[in-house]
């Protein structure tokens, strides 16, 4: 009779340990910040949440070294969001929170998203000939090879013109020259994609500056303006303006409650491979996690992932002296670095770019 009652007793004690050590388990893995919705900061003032880095487990002594780091490789902003709230935000060798500081060819990436937002309203679409908005000898091609090339081309890096010219930066027709058929050729070629500003200003019927800030800027709260230089077409911001447009791309397009770019098929497109000649390339906007890659002024294939020390989906607006913006769906996480070169001029990626992403991993930031 003994043994027939502590059977129950005991069914009852491993059903409680069972119960207690799978109900530990299932509330210590959730992570109460990347649970909840995104946080967007208010757009009229300079309110923006914070989250204490020790909060969210990040190895303070670590960190303390990525200062020192960071200090040491000349940036000037680095700021990191979770979930869209504030982690860290630190400013270097007087650089302040108000200051400005240029984008480089990490505002190709808000090209391409302005772009995506002209075709959702209807002014352009990307399988149309660039000549229909540039004009007819836009280039130094016969009109027949000129009307192969289409705004999507020029938003891939395939439009086939040369690059290895004296001035790739110059968008004059004579330095526009017949290199490949488009789509053939992957090459990170400044002037096609400098002059989607005239194809969008013709396609909408307003300056780039006015297009840009009335979709963008003025909807998100950013502050800072586009100025010519040269023939290039540079944006200028203070970082946390760079963060809000990162926060924008980690929401895909959204804002808060306001869509502004409601396109998710043209999201989707800009963030993962546009071509198969360079995989680690989407619209205007650098890939991770591809398995090889291409970078700018090279026709070489290098078979590794872009940053091997960050995560598979990260995916970067990266500018000429690491001005980085990077967004990691995955871990809700947007980080920004703006400064001077941290190794040597660069068009886009650097070693800082893996040593950087090392660090982080490190810290246990993912």
């Known amino acids: 009779m003994q043994k027939m009652f502590q059977s129950p007793r005991i069914s ?72 869209g709230k504030l982690v860290i935000e630190k400013y270097f060798g007087g650089f302040g929170i108000t200051d400005n500081w240029y984008w480089a060819s990490a505002g190709k990436t808000m090209t391409a998203f302005l772009v995506g937002i002209a075709e959702q309203e209807g002014k352009l679409k990307l399988q149309q000939r660039s000549s229909l908005f540039l004009g007819t000898g836009w280039t130094s091609l016969p009109a027949a090879q000129e009307d192969q090339i289409t705004i999507e081309h020029q938003l891939t890096m395939t439009t086939g013109l040369d690059d290895g010219i004296t001035d790739a930066d110059c968008t004059l027709p004579q330095y526009l020259k017949y290199k490949a058929s488009p789509g053939s050729r992957w090459a990170y070629h400044n002037a096609p994609y400098t002059l989607l500003d005239k194809v969008i200003e013709a396609a909408t019927g307003q300056s780039f500056n006015q297009y840009f800030s009335t979709h963008i800027k003025n909807v998100i709260g950013m502050n800072g303006i586009w100025a010519k230089e040269g023939y290039n077409n540079v944006y200028y911001s203070n970082a946390r303006s760079m963060a809000r447009f990162g926060l924008l791309l980690l929401a895909g397009g959204k804002w808060n409650r306001t869509a502004v770019l409601g396109d998710t098929s043209y999201i989707r497109k800009q963030v993962n491979s546009s071509q198969p000649l360079n995989p680690s390339y989407g619209y205007l906007t650098w890939l991770n996690g591809k398995g090889n890659y291409m970078l700018p002024t090279l026709q070489t294939i290098f078979r590794t992932n872009l940053i091997p020390n960050a995560p598979a989906d990260l995916f970067a607006a990266l500018g000429k002296n690491d001005q980085k913006l990077y967004v990691v769906p995955s871990e809700k996480l947007v980080i920004i670095r703006m400064g001077e070169s941290a190794n040597q001029p660069t068009q886009a990626l650097s070693s800082f770019d893996n040593e950087l992403w090392g660090l982080l991993k490190d810290a246990g930031v993912f």
């Open 12 to 83: 009852i004690i491993v059903l409680l340990v069972f119960c207690t050590i799978s109900c530990t388990k299932k509330y210590t893995t959730i992570d109460p910040i990347t649970e909840m919705p995104l946080y967007f900061p208010s757009t009229t003032s300079e309110v923006w949440d914070h989250i204490p880095a020790s909060y969210l487990g990040w190895k303070e002594p670590i960190l303390n070294n990525l200062y020192t780091y960071l200090e040491s490789k000349g940036t000037k902003a680095f700021i990191v969001l979770k979930n």
